[in-house]
């Protein structure tokens, strides 16, 4: 793992996890020796942070001076919590875990009235996505790659009657529902957009055709087709 990477993960937990951590949970959590952990440390604080550390109890994040101070109403703090919080439902540690990590660094950034609001927020989410959502296939880190690069995709796709094609799509986004995970795209086989269950693409490659820097405008003219202005 890179240094920078390193002690990116290392700031993160420090930020996310309950205070004091211990030194054993932090490596525990950056896949470090704790040996690496104490240098790791000693690193951080040489750069201006304030991490408080106490034998047997662990470390504390006291000052964060790498991001700049914020403020939000408690309806604001209420929202970002749900929102993050629902994270842990989608069925996908990786998004979680981010939005953990941000909150994390907002929260790092508030007054103390306002961290402790966050801490002991009032809303919090029930629902449940259905179970049975299908197994991908594939590395679904490709398909976000290619959303954000703006470069095409080669897919196999089973359609609902069982039908298998072959195609070549410019990805524009992925939407998590209760039951499957959809992507919208714009195909060019049909030279229109089409909407794909991910859970039934078979096979998908990165296809080496570029559609930059259509991709916004692409979203809009869908948004404007399903949502016609009155005229």
């Not at 662990?58 to 929202?79: C, K």
């Amino acid at each position: 793992m890179a240094r920078q990477d390193r002690l990116m993960r290392l700031l993160a937990a420090l930020r996310r996890l309950p205070a004091p951590v211990t030194a054993a949970r932090l490596a525990a959590e950056t896949e470090i020796s704790q040996r690496q952990l104490y240098r790791d440390i000693a690193t951080l604080r040489a750069g201006g942070l304030l991490i408080d550390g106490a034998a047997g109890l662990g470390y504390t994040l006291t000052e964060d001076p790498v991001l700049p101070p914020q403020s939000f109403s408690r309806f604001e703090i209420e929202a970002l919590m749900l929102a993050v919080s629902s994270l842990e439902h989608f069925s996908d540690a990786r998004l979680a875990e981010a939005g953990r990590d941000a909150m994390a660094r907002i929260i790092a950034t508030l007054p103390d009235r306002q961290a402790r609001q966050a801490m002991h927020r009032a809303l919090r989410s029930w629902w449940r996505p259905d179970q049975s959502r299908p197994e991908i296939a594939f590395d679904l880190d490709v398909l976000l790659q290619a959303c954000w690069d703006e470069t095409s995709l080669r897919i196999r796709y089973r359609d609902l009657k069982e039908r298998v094609t072959e195609r070549e799509i410019w990805p524009l986004g992925v939407s998590y529902g209760p039951q499957s995970l959809m992507l919208l795209g714009f195909c060019q086989l049909r030279q229109d957009y089409r909407t794909f269950y991910v859970g039934r693409i078979e096979t998908l490659a990165p296809g080496g055709t570029t559609f930059r820097p259509r991709r916004a405008a692409l979203l809009r003219d869908y948004a404007a087709s399903r949502h016609p202005t009155d005229r």
